[in-house]
């Protein structure tokens, strides 16, 4: 959904970050207001699932944390990942010490969920703009068809399926996740 503005003036970044938050969350993506579709069952099963998995491996050890529906605000843009991935010495900290309320910077790992109404290729733009912005790592998980496309830096888009390995961030050492493991939380047999 778009959201429109007057067309005879032009929001900026701060002035979008001033306005009341909306559900499902909003974008800013050059100038024009997106609001994010609400997450479905498959989506909101593997998004949860997931993002535990990662932050068993990496936020125990002190390596990455993982943050859902997170709004970064970079590169002139303010995107609102399902799942962003920081590694641990890049999180954003307050004067206490504390995370910070306010993220302006990108994740390390950008993971996007497509729902049914989504357009692929906005997405994709999402994605590869992280991506071009310092993000080391993109997934596009399809719940329709149990794929993942894969997005690094300097390097075409890879599709991973089935018992594929996925990449994940070098900080995670040897960890391995395949296709299967991902979308295995979709069944509750």
Known sequence: MTLSIDPTSVLTLEEFLKLPETKPASEYIDGIIYQKPMPQGKHSRVQTRLSSVINDVGETKKLAVVFTELRCNFGGKSIV?????????????????????????????????????????????????????????????????????????????????????????????????????????????
């Open 81 to 189: 990942p399902d799942i962003a991935v920081f590694e641990w010495q890049r999180i954003p900290l307050d004067a206490n010490g504390q995370i910070s309320n306010r993220f302006d910077i990108h994740p390390d790992w950008i993971i996007e969920i497509l729902s049914p109404e989504q357009s692929p290729n906005k997405v994709i733009r999402k994605i590869t703009f992280a991506i071009r912005n310092g993000a080391k790592l993109g997934w596009l998980m399809d719940c329709d068809d149990e794929s993942i496309m894969v997005f690094q830096p300097n390097q075409f888009p890879d599709i991973k399926e089935k018992q594929d390995i996925l990449p994940v961030l070098d900080i995670l050492g040897n960890w391995q996740l395949t296709v299967a493991d991902v979308f295995s939380c979709l069944s509750l047999t």
